[in-house]
């Protein structure tokens, strides 16, 4: 009886520990891919201001957005920045690893812009550890176009620097 009651309460214990692990988890989730998507378009925000002040272009260095005084001759010491340095470094963040793809630059670029400039970008997020710290993976671009995965795969940007379409499933 003894064996048959501490098989039983370790049993609903550990059911119970892992209803909490499962629970704690599902709540986290939605709260990862909140805050990803969120990133994404605050990058799409930043790089269009950027654009605005380099010639019409978004930068292949996210480094720039974060400190365009290096970048941007003639960018005034004393102006905003347009991207948080968290969110340029690219760090692991909200249970996603991110990564940038630059597209091509631009034909010509103006003496007073970023010898980085680019003409199309995209941004992945892909979750650190599938089904755990997220279950889909996203990418965004330069078109303010948001896609994801349902099973949290990276999907592959093209080399033009921008999302596959045909590799994920647009946002709504």
Same mark, same amino acid.
């Given at each position: 009886?003894?064996?048959?009651?501490?098989?039983?309460?370790?049993? @609903?214990?550990? +059911?119970?520990?892992?209803?909490?692990?499962?629970?704690? &988890?599902?709540?986290?989730?939605?709260? &990862?891919?909140?805050?990803?998507?969120?990133? #994404?378009? %605050?990058?799409?925000?930043?790089? %269009? /201001?950027? =654009?605005?002040?380099? @010639?019409? /272009?978004?930068?292949? &260095?996210?480094?720039? #957005?974060?400190? *365009?005084?290096?970048? #941007?001759?003639?960018?005034? $010491?004393? =102006?905003?920045?347009?991207?948080?340095?968290?969110?340029?470094?690219?760090?692991?963040?909200?249970?996603?690893?991110?990564?940038?793809? !630059?597209?091509?630059? *631009? =034909?010509?670029? !103006?003496?007073?812009?970023? *010898?980085?400039?680019?003409?199309?970008?995209? #941004?992945?997020?892909? !979750? +650190?550890? +599938?089904?755990?710290?997220?279950?889909?993976?996203?990418?965004?671009?330069?078109? @303010?176009?948001?896609? /994801? %995965? *349902?099973?949290?795969?990276?999907? =592959?940007?093209?080399?033009?620097?921008?999302?596959?379409?045909? +590799?994920?499933?647009?946002? $709504?």
């Amino acid at each position: 009886k003894w064996d048959a009651a501490v098989a039983f309460v370790s049993g @609903g214990v550990l +059911a119970a520990m892992t209803f909490l692990v499962s629970s704690t &988890n599902s709540h986290r989730l939605p709260r &990862n891919e909140t805050e990803t998507l969120s990133d #994404l378009r %605050t990058l799409f925000r930043a790089q %269009t /201001h950027y =654009a605005s002040v380099n @010639g019409g /272009h978004p930068d292949g &260095n996210l480094e720039c #957005l974060a400190r *365009p005084t290096e970048c #941007l001759p003639e960018y005034p $010491d004393d =102006a905003p920045f347009f991207l948080d340095a968290e969110l340029a470094s690219l760090t692991e963040k909200g249970g996603y690893r991110r990564s940038f793809h !630059p597209g091509p630059p *631009p =034909a010509t670029i !103006p003496a007073e812009g970023s *010898p980085t400039s680019v003409t199309t970008w995209a #941004l992945l997020a892909v !979750p +650190a550890e +599938a089904g755990y710290t997220g279950v889909r993976a996203f990418c965004g671009d330069s078109t @303010g176009f948001i896609c /994801h %995965t *349902p099973d949290g795969t990276a999907p =592959a940007p093209t080399p033009d620097g921008l999302c596959d379409q045909t +590799a994920c499933t647009e946002l $709504d």
